[in-house]
Structure formats: structure tokens, C-alpha cells
């Protein structure tokens, strides 16, 4: 049945959506620009007292027949979809992700290419524990073609009462062992007044788990040009990881590599989930080189391997491994260390997809 009145009405309705298209649309496009000018000047987008005396300007004005209620609920998702809006736009504009750069990004360190050799190994003993132990595993990792040694020299213990890594004297040791193996050493910095003393003898710095939101710690090691190694926090979203990778390159410091290290779930058969999907998003948002340590997700050894081809087959540019000479007596994380030769089969059961 058509009514010509009904008709006209709806005639109107069809062009009013149009017209609330067309101004939510012009609104948005406001709404980005005061972003990208807040942005400029350092503040935050959202701002709950302007957004506040807004609503409190329309609803002055509203004579119906929509009631206060259903107007304020209008206006507030108007709000919230600007500020989403904003907020995919300043995602897309992060240094860190593929909108910025499309091609992958390369560390180069020590003749390895991070982000395009695939396989790249980082392994070594979780702390420098003493002389002949770090001799023992940075020789055997050397003959098996690993050229990045890592090891603790100030370890980020959870009790204040275990052992604490050997300090400056780990780091003399890496330095000697690491030139003797022509081996680059990956260790952690946790506090940045150490940080002069970390680069004298640093190829690249990790920064572990529990400091990827210290911001001042990341900013200090984004004003160097040493690689730097950013492991995903326990409780942390990739979104947030990704942003502490921003604090670093937003210093000038573009050498960043993110790692997987597991995140903290229900699970207690493994120390933490190995976020496999972390993988591929991370390659997919970000042009970072990023590597998988396996050895702190699972806290154990025997299901490394799978982890470890599940970590490259999902597109992972390397591996982390901790490798001692005898995780029997060692004093951080005996559990999960591979042993020599452990660490062999487990190169052999990866074949060929991994290289120094
Ligand atoms: C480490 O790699 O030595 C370490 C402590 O790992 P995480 O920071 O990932 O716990
Ligand atoms: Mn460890």
C-alpha cells in the first residue's frame, strides 16, 4: 500500500540521514585535525572536561521530543567513535609499524642480518655464572655457527635473595670470552646508570621482561645506537609492547628487536604461554625483526624443539635459547637450560631452518 504522505515522510528521513552522514563525516574530520594538533603540542586526546562541556551545551539546547538521556548517549558514542578514529590514525603513524616503513627492518650485528637471515640463534647461559662455564658454552656454540652470545650479568630475579648475576665482572668476562669465539653478546641492562659501563662491552641490550614498560630505561636506551633487544612484558598486550618499541626509535634509535618470551596465563605445566599468534601479528603491524626465546616460555627443556619450529614455522626471524654447560649446578633457571649437548639435537631437529 503506498500513502503519498507516508511517502514524503520518509523522503525526508532518507535525506536527513544523509545529511547526518555527511555532518558526522565533517565532524570526524574536525575531531582528527584537533588530534593531530593536540598531538603537536603534547597533549592527550581524550579530555573528559571539554567532552563534559560539550554535553552540557547540547543538552541546554535540546527541546525534544528526544529526552536528555537519549541525546547524552547519542553524543557520547559521536565522542568515543572520534576518539577510536584518532587513535587508529595515530597507530598508523607509530615509527614502529608497517604504515611508516613497508620493507622489513635489518639489525645487522656481527655479520648476522636480523629481520632477513632466517633462523637467527641467540643463545648462551642464562647468567654468566664463572669463567670456565661461560668458556665452555661460548666455544661450543661457536663451532656450531651461533655468532650472538647472550648472558646475565645483572639478572632481574624475582626474590631479592637469589643470585643477582655477577655484575661488572660478568660483563669483563663476556667481553674476553665473546672476542676470543668471535661471538657479539646480547646482555641485559636494568638500570640506566649502568648503562656506560653495559655498552662497553654490549653488541646488543636486552631489555628484559619486567622492564618493557620503563620508560625512562627504554628512552635512554633509544639515545644510543646499540641494538636493542625488547622482550614482551608478562602481562603485556602487543599493543603495548609495540608502544615501548616506540619509546626507544621515537629517540633515534631505530634498532630494535621485539621478542616473544612467553606471557603469564592459568597454565602451570609451562612457566608461561608461548603467545604463538604474537608472531605473525607482530610481523603483520610492525617492520621490527622480532625473535621468539622459548627457553623463558616453557621453564623447561623438553618441549623446546617443538616450540622452537611452531616459533619459525609462524614466521619468527630467530630464536632466544639458554645453554649451559651444566643447568645442574646452575644459579638462575636450571630448569629450562639445554645442554650442550641437548642444544645439539636440537639443532639437529631443526635442520636447516635456522643459521647463526
Ligand atoms: C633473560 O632473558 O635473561 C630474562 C630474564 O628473560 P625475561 O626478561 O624474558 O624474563
Ligand atoms: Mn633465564
Known sequence: MSDERLEQLRAQIDGLNL?????LNLRAGLALQIGQRKGELGL?????????AMLDRILEQNRGP???????????EIFKASLDLMDVRHRESLLVTRRHRRQDSVVEVNG??????????????????????????ARHLARRGVRLL????FKPRTSPYSFQGLGREALSLLRQVARRHGLAVVTEIMDPRDLEVVLECADILQIGARNMYNYPLLQEVGRTRTPVLLKRGFQATLEELLLSAEHVVSQGNAQVI???????????WTRSTLDISAVPLLKQESHLPVLVDVSHAAGRRDILLPLARAALAAGADGLMLEVHSNPAVALSDGEQ???LPGFDRLLEGLGGSWRG
Open 19 to 23: 545529511e547526518l552522514l555527511h555532518l
Open 44 to 52: 592527550a586526546g581524550f579530555d573528559p572536561a571539554r567532552e563534559s
Open 112 to 137: 648476522v642480518r636480523l629481520g632477513a637471515d632466517p633462523g637467527v640463534l641467540i643463545a648462551g647461559p642464562c647468567s654468566v655464572e664463572a669463567p670456565e662455564q661461560l668458556e665452555e658454552v
Open 66 to 76: 528526544f529526552p536528555n538521556g537519549a541525546i547524552q548517549s547519542l553524543f557520547k
Open 150 to 153: 647472550r648472558g646475565g650479568a
Open 337 to 339: 637450560q639445554l645442554d
Open 258 to 268: 621485539l621478542c616473544e618470551r612467553g606471557i603469564r596465563t592459568f597454565e602451570r
